[in-house]
């Protein structure tokens, strides 16, 4: 694949390197096309993350599922709250990547060229969205087949399938930002482990009312859990039980200010990070 940086005109969009803009969104594009043609190249890869996610559905729904405290139907309380999970989970290909590009030398030889600074990090994550918006569709797919149903408007789905990848946009740059911290690929798991517990510590399985105090507590400030919250009540799928705290009560508020806060801190330390290892 020819690579086309702010030097020139990017054919696959138009777009001259006239002004600094241009160049961005040139060089980015150029990068997420690099990051796609991958995706031909490793099938296997793309697979097993458009099947993880759904194995997890199955399996939490027929043999780990129960439903303690949902008064409503539990396939409905449970694939919003997979929904969420997948856009937290299986940041591992992206962080591998990063990683990987930095320590076999393929960044060196972007930095040798004229390309806008982090558009390899812009590339490597439009397309991690692009992978990410495609599971997404499975996973509504397989909850359709095993009973889950939306009862809102097309335009409150729109609404949930937004809050979603929004979230998934925050935690993909955390993952980035953890990547070139741990610096090296076979790192990348020990980090990836740190983003279980904000999975698991969430209403996705069971309602926070099930749980110690405490616990719920912290459950219901979980960001996931607020995403997961916010898209049951958008997809019309009422848990049955009443909200009993501030963050349970607004939801859809914090399903938007958790996301764009860990967007606005870990995007432009990942971009610092980067800069500073090309010097």
């Known amino acids: 694949m020819s690579v086309t940086t702010s030097a020139g005109v990017d054919p696959g969009t138009g777009v001259g390197a006239g002004t600094a803009a241009g160049w961005a969104v040139a060089d980015s594009w150029t990068m997420t096309r690099r990051e796609l043609a991958h995706w031909a190249r490793q099938p296997v890869q793309v697979f097993v993350g458009l099947a993880f996610p759904v194995m997890m559905l199955l ?3 027929y043999l780990i599922g129960g439903g303690k405290g949902i008064a409503g139907n539990y396939v409905e309380f449970l ?7 997948t856009m937290v989970f299986g940041l591992d290909a992206t962080m591998v990547a990063v990683t990987g590009d930095l320590n076999k030398g393929v960044v060196d030889r972007f930095r040798s060229m004229p390309m806008t600074n982090g558009a390899v990090l812009v590339g490597r994550s439009v397309a991690d ?12 797919g397989v909850g359709l087949a095993i009973g889950w149903r939306w009862h809102g408007s097309l335009a409150a789905v729109a609404g949930a399938v937004g809050l979603l ?3 998934r946009f925050a935690m993909l740059w955390l ?11 076979e790192l990348v798991m020990a980090v990836q482990i740190l983003v279980w517990p904000v999975g698991f510590l969430s209403n996705a399985f069971t309602v926070p009312q099930t749980m110690p105090d405490w616990l719920g507590a912290v459950v219901e400030w979980n960001p996931m859990s607020a995403t997961a919250a916010a898209v049951r009540d958008l997809f019309g799928n009422d848990p049955g039980v009443p909200a009993t705290s501030w963050a349970a009560d ?19 330390l990942a971009i610092r990070r980067f800069t500073a290892l090309s010097k």
């Open 59 to 61: 399996m939490f729904n």
């Open 79 to 85: 694939v919003p709250g997979m929904f969420a999970l």
């Open 129 to 140: 969205m692009l992978q990410s918006f495609a599971s997404l569709l499975v996973m509504m």
């Open 165 to 167: 990848m929004l979230l």
């Open 175 to 185: 993952g980035i930002y953890l990547a070139m911290v741990a610096g090296k690929p």
């Open 250 to 268: 607004h939801a859809a508020l914090l399903a938007v200010l958790w996301p764009l806060a860990l967007a606005a801190l870990f995007a432009p």
